[in-house]
């Protein structure tokens, strides 16, 4: 069986596991789980920020920095494809009051002029206009690197027009070990970030929130709101250490998965692959060109043994991770191959 459905499917390493059963052990409630907050001061310094908050999912990690940085009645400017739009049950309106505001945007980017159109004249009629949401890597768009160029750019703008910068980094990893672009320029750029552990870096559970101090104390009580305070949270940060030590560099492996499986695909079908050039560890296909509907594609390589995902316009999801080898992804293309009509 081989599941190119998600990287949230891998599994803890050995090593993360017995660093989990002897993790040290404290109430983090109370801030004192000396695992937990190790994390935080060593991912702190990792990205070169004041402060980092360790959050349950990603999802609350987008929740509490977008509150943090906004008020109810304001609007988040980001791209319709947002995972904070699309994938979070309107959990900006829902639970924050906050309005999104969806700009249409390029495998990802948004056009610096689209950002500033977007931006709401200061009159009280209106919503007003607070953060730019960026996505890195973007996931609707096929894990997309966000280039720093880009990022530049829309910093210019955001700082033009008075707008804080939130990036979900939920993949931040997978962007920089492919642009070479290190995570504290990322985050130099932006307000605040959130990132995954729980993702490609293979860790059971958890994700974190990264800025200034003053940033991270607002995030902290928003965390607490929600039902994120946690207690012993070593047994789960002690595997965030591990994964910070051993589970960065090798993205590569999974990113040179991705492009050997589209590269594959194209010798079947020449334009089934997007995004053109595969960045990181995403691919998705366009079943038609393989004479199939999504769902069907879907089924139909489920019964060779390939899990993957119906996702949007015609494509589906393919993902690699730690959990794919590259005899999975022949043996995926050998079984793609067999059932093209
Ligand atoms: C996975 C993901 C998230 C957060 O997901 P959780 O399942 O809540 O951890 C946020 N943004 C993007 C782009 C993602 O891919």
């Not at 596991?17 to 935080?40: H, K, W």
Request: charge should be negative.
């Amino acid at each position: 069986m081989v599941d190119l459905r998600s990287d949230t499917l891998t599994t803890p390493t050995p090593q993360m596991r017995e660093a989990m059963a002897s993790a040290v052990l404290g109430d983090d409630v109370f801030g004192e789980d000396p695992t937990t907050n190790l994390l935080q001061e060593r991912v702190a310094e990792l990205c070169g920020v004041e402060a980092a908050l360790f959050v349950p999912s990603g999802s609350m990690g987008n929740l509490v920095s977008l509150r943090s940085m906004a008020s109810p009645g304001d609007e988040v400017i980001c791209h319709a494809d947002a995972h904070i739009f699309n994938y979070e049950v309107a959990s900006l309106a829902a639970v924050g009051g906050i309005q999104a505001r969806p700009v249409p945007g390029h495998w990802g980017v948004l056009d610096p002029e689209n950002i500033a159109s977007a931006v709401r004249p200061a009159f009280d009629t209106f919503p007003r206009s607070t953060v730019l949401a960026l996505e890195n890597t973007h996931n609707l768009a096929g894990g997309t690197v966000y280039p720093i160029d880009d990022i530049r750019a829309a910093r210019k703008v955001a700082d033009e027009y008075g707008l804080k910068i939130h990036m979900d980094g939920a993949r931040i990893f997978n962007a920089s070990v492919a642009s070479g672009v290190p995570v504290a320029e990322y985050c130099s750029l932006v307000d605040g970030l959130t990132f995954c552990f729980s993702k490609g870096l293979s860790c059971p559970v958890g994700s974190m929130v990264v800025g200034s101090k003053e940033f991270i104390k607002q995030a902290h009580r928003y965390r607490k709101m929600h039902g994120g305070g946690m207690r012993q949270t070593g047994v789960l940060t002690a595997a965030c250490l591990v994964a910070l030590d051993t589970m960065i560099d090798r993205l590569a492996d999974d990113h040179a998965n991705a492009r050997r499986l589209a590269g594959g695909i194209k010798k079947i079908s020449e334009h089934a692959t997007m995004p053109v050039n595969v960045q990181t560890n995403m691919v998705l296909v366009k079943t038609e060109q393989l004479g199939y509907s999504t769902s069907e594609f879907v089924d139909a390589i489920g019964l060779e043994g390939v899990k993957c995902l119906a996702y949007q316009r015609g494509t589906v999801r393919m993902v690699t991770h730690k959990d794919v080898s590259t005899e999975d992804i022949d043996y995926t293309l050998d079984r793609i191959n067999a059932i093209t009509r």
